[in-house]
Antibody, heavy 119, light 108 residues
């Protein structure tokens, strides 16, 4: 059974870079036909897609975040990562990683990790 | 970007009720729509994709319909575990994915 798990600091200072890693188990991140995505959810609010990556390294980003986002993949570790630069309090959210079915939604999801931006 | 609008934003219902949640797209998206269920403190769970295809393992009391701009999620007989927030998501303009704002379903 495919499982995803986010990891990384829970507290980031304003203007710094948020870094998270998603570890995939129970399957290969190099599986064809799937992208791997990041989605976030500010406390009490809705879902926002951040971006997605293919195992080859091909990426897509949300235009509203594109200038600050980098998503990378490490197939040897079965992981993909998110970097979000120049963070502000508005970037405080639960960050989820998920398998992106492209035409079929996101499934499964990681449990999510809360990242708070505060000095 | 394609805007997804759900209605209502929240409502209450009783166990055993039949309920319907609506999702409207700002432009036609064919059947490129997914529905998710999210419980407090948990990750969203995919229920339906391609507007009406039930994800494996999802109870048959959940159903989806619609195409173009108007879509519905129906729960035929509410169970206690169904009280949650539901989100629609379009992937017609993939990779420019957008979600609806969510519909909170509470116990009456």
């Amino acid at each position: 059974q495919l499982q995803l798990q986010e990891s990384g600091p829970g507290l980031v200072k304003p203007s710094e870079t948020l870094s998270l890693t998603c570890t995939v188990s129970g399957g290969s991140i190099s599986s064809s036909s799937y992208y791997w995505g990041w989605i976030r959810q500010p406390p009490g609010k809705g879902l926002e897609w951040i971006g997605s990556i293919y195992y080859s390294g091909s990426t897509y980003y949300n235009p509203s975040l594109k200038s600050r986002v980098t998503i990378s993949v490490d197939t040897s570790k079965n992981q993909f990562s998110l970097k979000l630069s120049s963070v502000t309090a508005a970037d405080t959210a639960v960050y989820y990683c998920a398998r992106d079915k492209e035409v079929g939604g996101f499934d499964p999801w990681g449990q999510g990790t809360l990242v708070t931006v505060s000095s | 970007a394609i805007r997804m609008t759900q209605s209502p934003s929240s409502f209450s219902a009783s166990t055993g009720d039949r309920v319907t949640i609506t999702c409207r797209a700002s432009q036609g998206i064919s059947s490129y729509l997914a529905w998710y269920q999210q419980k407090p403190g948990k990750a969203p769970k995919l229920l339906i994709y391609a507007a009406s295809t039930l994800q494996s393992g999802v109870p048959s009391r959940f159903s989806g319909s619609g195409s173009g701009t108007d879509f519905t999620l129906t729960i035929s007989c509410l169970q206690s575990e169904d009280f949650a927030t539901y989100y629609c998501q379009q992937y017609y303009s993939y990779p420019l994915i957008t979600f609806g704002q969510g519909t909170r379903l509470e116990i009456k």
